[in-house]
């Protein structure tokens, strides 16, 4: 079993304030994924990244993959309470899909 | 993009019953399908890993004779917790991934049970 270790674990921001997730881990990811997932519902793919030093944006949010693959990043910017969820990486190598371990942010208006 | 429906969405039973939850790829075939448990503002925990026509893979620690796993056809899989208990209260959530693994999970909605 990966394991991949988050960052924070809980963040409380207001509205308008940015905010960076981290996720991390001991081994190479063949790629990763950003989920975000709102509470009694299934995750929602927001990104995958594959390539070392990639930098992906989705409007507000940026995602970074680290050069050695061992490590990503999720920086929302001007949060809104529209954000607010679980926010999961994840790891697929081949078959096998393992979660980080999970950043709630509540965004308050 | 691929649809997973899962059902049913909420469920409450008394404790010793057993509760059979499904997991349906809608419009493609899932070759694999993983159960998650999920405790609140927590992350996803994998309990297993089905393979159409083939036995369930189990994660370390889960107990294979407490969470019955069949994946039967490559559109179902279903998970049955036998004999639950309220420490079985849970957000359980499936997930599928299609005969060209684009590396791309399609999750169901999830199934809150509730063991009274």
């Known amino acids: 079993t990966q394991l991949l270790e988050q960052s924070p674990q809980f963040l409380s921001i207001q509205e308008g304030e940015n905010l960076t997730v981290y996720c991390n881990s001991s081994?190479?990811?063949?790629?990763l994924q950003w989920y975000r997932q709102e509470p009694g519902e299934g995750p929602v793919l927001l990104v995958t990244?594959?390539?070392?030093?990639e930098v992906k944006k989705l409007k507000r949010l940026t995602f970074q993959f680290g050069d050695a693959r061992k490590d990503s990043s999720l920086h929302i910017t001007a949060a809104q309470p529209g954000d607010t969820g679980l926010y999961l990486c994840?790891?697929?190598?081949?078959?096998?899909?393992?979660f980080g371990t999970g950043t709630s942010l509540t965004v308050i208006p | 993009g691929a649809v997973v429906s899962q059902h049913p969405s909420r469920v409450i039973c008394k404790s010793g019953t057993s509760v059979k939850i499904e997991c349906r790829s809608l419009?493609?075939?899932?070759?694999?399908m993983f159960w998650y448990r999920q405790f609140p503002k927590q992350s996803l925990m994998l309990m297993a890993t089905?393979?159409?026509?083939?036995?369930?893979?189990?994660e370390q620690g889960v107990e294979k004779d407490k969470f019955l796993i069949n994946h039967a056809s490559l559109t179902l899989s279903t998970l049955t917790v036998t004999s639950a208990h309220p420490e079985d209260s849970s957000f359980y959530i499936c997930?599928?991934?299609?005969?060209?693994?684009?590396?791309?999970?399609?999750f169901g909605e999830g199934s809150r049970l509730t063991v009274l």
């Open positions: 089905s393979n159409e026509g083939s036995k369930a893979t189990y």
């Open positions: 994840a790891e697929s190598t081949g078959n096998q899909f393992y």
């Open positions: 990244v594959v390539t070392g030093g």
């Open positions: 419009d493609f075939q899932a070759t694999t």
């Open positions: 081994s190479v990811f063949s790629s």
């Open positions: 997930s599928a991934v299609g005969l060209k693994n684009t590396g791309e999970l399609f």
